[in-house]
Nanobody, 124 residues
Framework: QVQLVESGGGLVQAGGSMRLSCAAS????????MGWFRQAPGKEREFVAA????????YYAESVKGRFTISRDSAKKTVYLRMNTLKPEDTAVYYC?????????????????WGQGTQVTVSS
């Protein structure tokens, strides 16, 4: 049974930093590209960042480029999202996802497994 469990969310002031973690189990982690998506209240789920299964290639939404960094640790079967210079518009539920493919994807439909999400709230 595949599980993706996010952690690290919470409340932070604008300009602050936060690191999200996503621990994977029940799958061969090295086979999967990983991604982060987010969904704000009243909005559709949107792509944030992705990383190839090798960890060599990364992909970012324009809105977070230069502020967020995605990384992965194969030994720990964990993917991270480091978020710096947070803005109130970054407030959302953040979801981790796994795609059985080599390269990361910006499309939610490419991801077969999803976590339950973790809330990130950025106060102004």
């Amino acid at each position: 049974q595949v599980q993706l469990v996010e952690s690290g969310g919470g409340l932070v002031q604008a300009g602050g930093s936060m690191r999200l973690s996503c621990a994977a189990s029940g799958l061969t982690f090295s086979r999967y590209a990983m991604g982060w998506f987010r969904q704000a209240p009243g909005k559709e789920r949107e792509f944030v960042a992705a990383i190839s299964r090798s960890g060599i290639s990364t992909y970012y939404a324009e809105s977070v480029k230069g502020r967020f960094t995605i990384s992965r640790d194969s030994a720990k079967k964990t993917v991270y999202l480091r978020m710096n210079t947070l803005k109130p518009e970054d407030t959302a539920v953040y979801y981790c996802a796994a795609a059985d493919r080599s390269s990361g994807s910006t499309f939610a439909y490419d991801y077969g497994y999803w976590g339950q999400g973790t809330q990130v709230t950025v106060s102004s």
